[in-house]
């Protein structure tokens, strides 16, 4: 007979563990957010890996044999349900059926594992990267453009992880954190690279869009975006801030406005 099983401990394990089995590409940052709710959870890498192919594999990889499998994401519900049932009713017989099934299917995931294993390492080994940094004050409810929260020590932190780019001239590896939209990424890439990297106004997105300006673009994201945050005086700081920023670099747009 074996343990049971905590559901709640298991629902986001089993959620995330469920985007390797959806009929579409995983990009670096869902591998990314998989590892950050491992390391959110009771259970260690090897645990989670258990999890998988006891759990979840046995109700989902029959998805990635189906030509019309889904992709856009399993039913919360649904899922859940499949997976307390099967571990409901599983005995010795039930392992043994999945282990020659695993043995069989596993190498339709197994790159899959290799980059999350390398991103949870990477995340476990620099736990002051920019991004996890980010995530770290999304978390606690630190959000760009309350500048009243700029002497806060996590503040701080996040600006100088950021000038630390800026002083070992590593502009392309900085301002392609610009791509990342989770923990408002890119909304703190881009305030960072106009407000502290004193960028003339004429450096290109080398490798991101080479005949796009840097301050313009990140001008633009922020402004396309900032309607949507929660707090008004974010809202009214950063519009005030647009207002300034267009000002000085002539943009020739209004602050929430369209844009070109």
Known sequence: ????????????????????????????????????????????????????????????????????????????????????????KRDKFNFIGIEIDYQTFKWMCEDYWKKLEKIYNDIKINPDTFVITCRTAFVNNLVPFLFDNATLPLYKKLEQIALDFKQKRQLRPFYEHLQEGQYYINLWTAYFLIEKFELTGTEKLIGLNESEFIIEHCYRLIERQFHGFKDKKQIKNCSLWLEAKKATYNFGIAAGGSGR
């Open 1 to 88: 007979m074996t343990d049971p099983v905590n559901i709640e401990q298991r629902r986001p394990i089993w959620l995330a563990l469920s985007e390797f089995y959806l009929d579409t590409e995983l990009q670096d940052s869902d591998f990314r957010q998989i590892a950050f709710t491992i390391l959110d959870s009771p259970y260690s890498l090897d645990e989670v890996k258990s999890i998988n192919k006891y759990e979840v594999f046995p109700v989902l990889q029959s998805n990635l044999l189906n030509p019309a499998g889904a992709w856009a994401g399993f039913d919360e519900a649904w899922l859940i349900e499949k997976i307390t049932s099967r571990i409901d």
